[in-house]
């Protein structure tokens, strides 16, 4: 049974930072893609950070430059660190999972995974 479980949301102001961890069971880090994904209040979800098995990371343009994706294998974690934060940044964020690992998969269809957390509310204001 895979269980993601999300923390790290909150309240903060324009340009501030927040780290998001995404702890998994039942699942190792090591073994697909992963993501972030967020969804505004009124809008579609969309992909924002993926990271394939080597650590590759890849973003989504809004995000490059403010945001980093990680994971810890032996915490068995998943983290986004989010700098520079802006108003259009507040969403419900969610970690997923996959144990796809070819790069032609499109990360940021929620159709390529499989496993999601329950979400963490980030609020910038």
């Known amino acids: 049974h895979v269980q993601l479980v999300e923390s790290g949301g909150g309240s903060v102001q324009s340009g501030g930072s927040l780290r998001l961890s995404c702890a998994a069971s039942g699942y190792s880090v090591s073994q697909g893609y992963m993501a972030w994904f967020r969804q505004p209040p009124g809008k579609e979800r969309e992909g924002v950070a993926a990271?394939?098995?080597?650590?590759?990371?890849t973003y989504t343009y809004s995000v490059k430059d403010r945001f980093t994706i990680s994971k810890d294998n032996v915490k068995n974690t998943l983290y986004l660190q989010m700098n520079s934060l802006e108003v259009e940044d507040t969403a419900m964020y969610y970690c997923a999972a996959d144990t796809f690992t070819d790069p032609a998969r499109v990360w940021s269809s929620q159709d390529s995974f499989a496993y999601w957390g329950q979400g963490t509310q980030v609020t910038v204001s």
């Open positions: 990271i394939d098995t080597a650590g590759m990371p």
